[in-house]
């Protein structure tokens, strides 16, 4: 079995070609599916929900459909650890300041002059809006 390891898909799908077409050269053709079905079986986890998503369709893509699917997918996949900060108390510290920033001070009535919550209904005084009957 050949595993992708830390390589590259690129390399790791260059493995998987270079091992078929020697296979083909001795005598022993290896089928498009059995190339991706290697392919897939070897990328490894941070590729589970990739490979889950082929393995429902009624068809594989070809290995050639297959390469380009994967490209996509593993430089999404470095783009958005590449947004992630290396250290997690950074976006604690961060977040906790941007939160500060934009902190607005505590609603309260203006006309009710601190007595309650809820806002005085418009056309009622504060007296009135408060005064038990």
């Not at 050269?25 to 290697?38: C, E, F, L, W």
């Not at 900060?85 to 941007?98: K, Q, W, Y």
Request: charged share 20%.
């Amino acid at each position: 079995d050949i595993k992708r390891g830390t390589r590259t898909v690129l390399e790791y799908l260059n493995e998987i070609k270079n091992v078929s077409d020697q296979l083909v050269a001795i005598g022993h053709p290896v089928s498009d599916k059995d190339k991706v079905q290697q392919a897939l079986s070897g990328l490894g986890t941070e590729f589970d929900i990739f490979c889950t998503t082929l393995e429902v369709l009624p068809i594989l893509p070809s290995f050639e459909d297959l390469k380009a699917k994967l490209f996509q997918h593993e430089a999404s996949r470095v783009q958005r650890q590449n947004l992630i900060p290396c250290n997690s108390h950074n976006v604690l510290i961060t977040g906790t300041h941007a939160l500060q920033g934009n902190r607005t001070r505590p609603w309260t009535s203006q006309t009710g002059m601190g007595r309650g919550i809820l806002p005085t209904p418009p056309g009622m005084n504060a007296t009135s809006a408060t005064s038990r009957r």
